[in-house]
Nanobody, 127 residues
């Protein structure tokens, strides 16, 4: 069982930056593939980024490539999402998710593959 708690959301002007954090409970954080998803009002939840166990294969949605960076610190049981050059269309509730993997290289950005979800953190980008 893994519990996930996101933090770091808030209100920022277009062009600004935010760093989201997701703290995970448990002693096996390094065994989980981690992902970030988001859901804007009136839209379906979509994948933003994902990171494998090690040596850190990553995935980014086309809409955030070059602006967002996902990283993880296994010693701190935390995954991060650094968001730069934010746009109003990035406004959404951002969710952290985890799925166990026996493979260091396995990576998925499919929502149905993730078993554990955080409660979400609101990111609002003003124009």
């Amino acid at each position: 069982q893994v519990q996930l708690v996101e933090s770091g959301g808030g209100l920022v002007q277009a062009g600004g930056s935010l760093r989201l954090s997701c703290a995970a409970s448990g002693r096996t954080f390094s065994s989980y593939v981690m992902g970030w998803f988001r859901q804007a009002p009136g839209k379906e939840r979509e994948s933003v980024a994902a990171i494998s166990r090690s040596p850190y294969n990553t995935y980014y949605a086309d809409s955030v490539k070059g602006r967002f960076t996902i990283s993880r610190d296994n010693a701190k049981n935390t995954v991060y999402l650094q968001m730069n050059s934010l746009k109003p269309e990035d406004t959404a509730v951002y969710y952290c998710a985890a799925t166990y993997s026996g493979s260091y290289a396995y990576l998925t950005h499919t929502q149905d593959d993730y078993n554990y979800w955080g409660q979400g953190t609101q990111v609002t980008v003003s124009s």
